[in-house]
Each structure stands twice: as C-alpha cells, then as structure tokens.
C-alpha cells in the first residue's frame, strides 16, 4: 500500500493544516470543498504560513514549492487519482455518511478512506462504504502544521494492514501515531472536552472570569493553554457537537453540554474562526 498522492475533502482549519503537512511531507495534495471562500482562505492560510515557516528556515525552499503546488478542487472528480483520501469535512454524520458513499463510489477500489472525525464512530463511517476494512480514523490535532499526535482509530472491521499503512504515512508527514479503538470521543475527546464543559460550568456558575480560569489551569496545571481560550481555538459548535455525542451514545448524563455552550453557539460566538468566543479577536 503505497501512498504518493493525499486527496482531502473539506478545506477549512483541519483540511488545511493536513494539506499543507502533507505537501511539505512530500506527498502530491488536491483539496476540496464545496464552498469556494473556503478554497480560497485554505490557499491563503497554507501560502502565509508556509512563507512564515520559510523565512524562519524551518522548512526548504522545495517544500514551500510543493505547498505552493496544491491543487484546490471543488468536486470529486480527480479522486480516482488518489491512494489515500482525507475527509475533514464539518462534523455532522449524515453529511459524513454521504460523503463516503460518494467517495467510495468515485476512488479506486485499492484506496484507503480516512476520517479526521472527532467524535462519530469510525464503524458507522466505514458502514456508509462498499469497503470497511480499508477506512480508518486520523484524527488530527489542531493546528495540524505544529501538533505532534495524531490518533489513528481502528474500526471493527479495520485491516492490520490498512493501519500499518496509515501509521507510516503519520511518521513520514513528521506525526506521532498513537493508536485508539473506537469508543465516542476517542481517547482525546473523551478526556479533553468533559473538562472544556467544566470550565464552562465555572465560568456559568460565576465562579471566576474567563481569564481566571484559564489562568488557574495554566499555571496551576501546567496546561499550555487554558480550556476557555482552546474551546476558542477548536470552535464552539464542534466542542457542542462532541459533548452531545459523548452524552447520547455514553448514555450517561455527565457529558451533558453547559447551558453557556449551547447560547453561544446559537449567538454564532463560535471562537477564533468567528473572531468572537469566550474572547475576542
Ligand atoms: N477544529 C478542530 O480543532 C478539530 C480538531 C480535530 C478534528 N476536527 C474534525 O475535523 C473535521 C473538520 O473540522 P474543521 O474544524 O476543519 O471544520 P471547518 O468548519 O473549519 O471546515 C469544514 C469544511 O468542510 C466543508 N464541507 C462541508 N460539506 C462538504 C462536502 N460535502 N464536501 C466537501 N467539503 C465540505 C465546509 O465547506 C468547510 O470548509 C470535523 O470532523 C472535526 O470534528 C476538528
């Protein structure tokens, strides 16, 4: 299974990062979506931060030029040209399940489906294919071009094979493979956001400001970065969406997202990518 060319569906914070990773890795890249404004902020996110990354002479005037050469598609049709397919598309199964029957209908039989998915079960994805044992989870960590892990989830019917694959393909964008099964949320998800809902309830239940609980788990807890000023960085609504995955298919009432969340998402305060969150931008 040898893996030259990386096609991604959906190009917006995680498609991008990937597609850049993966063109300075040394792979040939297409990147796709259906909402032109997305190609074109994808193009320019990649352009600026590959130019910032050159000047700082972490990465060659090659790679640049690989980044530089990416093609942005607006349809599937060049996917057959692809030996492993990306999709990062907005977090909703229906969509997903949609998106992988047509990606199953137009790739080669031979190619590899993943998903950078934060919550849906890899199981039910690969379910929506003619070919479960070739789809897998690579769930990426934002920003992609910087994060170290990925996560590389199995479904039930994953190949041994398929996942070799996938784990070689993380180590040579540079990537930390760490393997999980599929469970909601993952391993990640599983822990990280129950604490981002915590946080939340404090800030709710007026137990500090934003900038005082975020100071007590970065100080505190040695945390890089505190949970309110993350939740910003994911986006609210994929934060909400994980949080009411975790409750329904857990089936236990502790995930249940903080009322605060849900406001904000329906405001549309969304977080860095809506220049408003519990912050602004
Ligand atoms: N944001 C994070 O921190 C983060 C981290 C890890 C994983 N993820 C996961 O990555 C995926 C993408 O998240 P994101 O934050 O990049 O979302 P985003 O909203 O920034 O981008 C999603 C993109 O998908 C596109 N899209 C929608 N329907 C499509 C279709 N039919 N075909 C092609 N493109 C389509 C949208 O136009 C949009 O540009 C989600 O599954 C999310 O859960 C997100």
Do not use: W
């Amino acid at each position: 299974m040898t893996i030259k060319h990386i096609f991604i569906v959906g190009a917006g914070t995680m498609g991008s990062g990937i597609a850049q990773t993966a063109a300075v890795s040394g792979y040939t890249v297409t990147c796709m979506d259906v909402a032109p404004a997305a190609l074109k902020e994808a193009e320019s996110v990649i352009q600026k931060s590959t130019a910032k990354l050159l000047s700082k002479k972490r990465i060659t005037e090659e790679q640049k030029a690989a980044a530089d050469a990416i093609n942005f598609v607006s349809t599937m049709d060049t996917i057959a040209e692809a030996d492993l397919v990306i999709e990062a598309a907005t977090e909703n199964p229906e969509l997903k399940f949609k998106i992988f029957k047509e990606i199953d209908e137009k790739a080669n039989e031979g190619t590899i489906l993943a998903t950078n998915t934060s919550s849906i079960s890899i199981t039910k994805i690969a379910a929506a294919t003619s070919r479960p044992d070739k789809v897998i989870g690579m769930h990426f960590m934002n920003p992609v071009p910087l994060m170290k892990l990925v996560e590389v989830i199995r479904g039930i019917a994953t190949s041994d094979e398929v996942t070799e694959a996938i784990v070689h393909t993380c180590e040579a964008m540079g990537k930390t493979p760490v393997e999980a099964n599929d469970s909601p949320g993952f391993i990640s998800n599983r822990i990280l956001c129950p604490m981002i809902n915590e946080a939340v309830f404090a800030l709710q239940e007026n137990i500090g400001t934003p900038e005082a609980i975020d100071q007590v788990m970065k100080l505190g807890m040695n945390h890089p970065m505190g949970p309110l000023f993350l939740a910003d960085l994911i986006g609210l609504d994929v934060v909400l969406f994980v949080l009411e995955v975790l409750q329904r298919d857990l089936g236990e009432d502790k995930y249940r997202p903080a009322y605060l969340l849900r406001k904000m998402v329906d405001a549309g305060y969304l977080g860095r990518k809506t220049r408003r969150g519990f912050y602004e931008y």
